[in-house]
């Protein structure tokens, strides 16, 4: 069973350095770098310990785990955790996405095949259809699920019952999940965002992994400008590295970074060209705002959705733009990160954040 992409419109977004999204090709390349055991994941620690509890009582009972639900923004380890999960239990993963689950017989189709102690993956949960989420409810609980059979007047439930398993869900948007759906989950882990000295550990990390010999400012900086995410700094290192190869001696260095990093248009803050776009037309074109997101997106040529899936969370979490009931506000910050001097009273717009 083959891994499903993310998001139709997720798809749609222009792929930059520091997308936290990954795409076919990436996948292949992020296989070779995840870590194999929890004593391998750098970070997380809270999470890390809760869910090494989990599976070491799980072990000594000779049960399968409780089911399992990872949530946090894209890139931050939540197939990883899954698949470390499956080797901890020394049990067969299964991989599948909520969007992939649009019927109650494609969720069927996977159980029925599922042996005891196996794990079941299954990305971007929320979005699984509505019949195929009431199957799960039973699958979850009581470990059967009625197979219809027929239609109409005449269709049948022919009850299947399937062997315990354990199912491990990843979101990324936690809210949207069915209340009946979360509490079914016996652990259930919000994954952070990294530092910088951790990201600078999972650089050096893959570095050794990819035979790419690095200096420690050279790590130092590659972490910096990951917006604390572990598949954007892998990304960045990739990109350090060519550049070391073609323009240097093939070491990464503070320079070498900062070099490459330049070339690619991620500043020192992350920010990159689709990030200062907005910032600019806010500022420059708005006056700081507010400004309506759609009106945003039109004035740096992008789609609604790129600028509010892929910018926007971003900027708010470093505090460079507030969303408020009348539109998007630049806030100091912002105009300092430009370099210019914001307009009288811009230090008040957190009064009308929403």
């Not at 470390?84 to 239990?89: K, T």
Request: net charge negative; aromatic share 4%.
């Amino acid at each position: 069973m083959e891994e499903i992409d993310h998001e139709d419109a997720e798809s749609t977004h222009l792929r930059s350095l520091v997308t936290a999204e990954a795409d076919g090709d990436e996948r292949a390349v992020e296989a070779a770098l995840r870590p194999r055991t929890l004593d391998e994941v750098v970070g997380q620690q809270r999470v890390r310990e809760q869910l090494g509890l989990v599976l070491e009582a799980a072990r000594r009972r000779e049960r399968t785990p409780d089911h399992v639900l990872l949530s946090g923004p894209p890139g931050l380890g939540k197939t990883t955790l899954a698949m470390i999960i499956a080797a901890e239990m020394s049990a067969p993963l299964r991989l599948t996405s909520g969007p992939a689950l649009t019927h109650a017989g494609d969720l069927a189709a996977i159980l029925s095949g599922m042996n005891e102690g196996d794990v079941l993956f299954v990305d971007e949960i929320h979005r699984t259809a509505r019949p195929a989420e009431e199957m799960l409810y039973m699958a979850m609980e009581d470990f059967r699920v009625d197979v219809v059979i027929g239609k109409g007047p005449g269709a049948t439930a022919i009850p299947l019952e399937i062997p315990p398993f354990t199912l491990v869900g990843a979101t990324t948007r936690a809210g949207l999940l069915p209340g009946p759906l979360r509490d079914r989950f016996g652990f259930t882990a919000h994954l952070e965002f990294y530092e910088p000295a951790e990201l600078d550990l999972i650089v050096r990390r893959s570095a050794d992994l990819l035979g790419v010999e690095v200096t420690r400012d050279g790590s130092a900086e590659i972490a910096g400008r990951s917006r604390g995410t572990p598949r954007i700094a892998n990304r960045l290192l990739r990109r350090v590295r060519d550049w070391a190869q073609v323009r240097a001696d093939g070491v990464v260095t503070l320079e070498a970074a900062r070099a490459a990093l330049d070339l690619y248009e991620v500043d020192e803050s992350g920010l990159d060209r689709l990030d200062r776009g907005v910032l600019d037309v806010l500022c420059r074109r708005f006056g700081g705002g507010p400004v309506g997101v759609s009106t945003l997106a039109v004035a740096v040529g992008e789609e609604r959705e790129t600028v509010e899936e892929v910018a926007e969370p971003f900027l708010v979490r470093n505090g460079l733009l507030a969303r408020t009931p009348r539109g998007r506000v630049a806030t100091p910050a912002a105009w300092a990160h430009l370099g210019l001097t914001p307009p009288p009273g811009t230090g008040d717009t957190a009064l009308f954040d929403g």
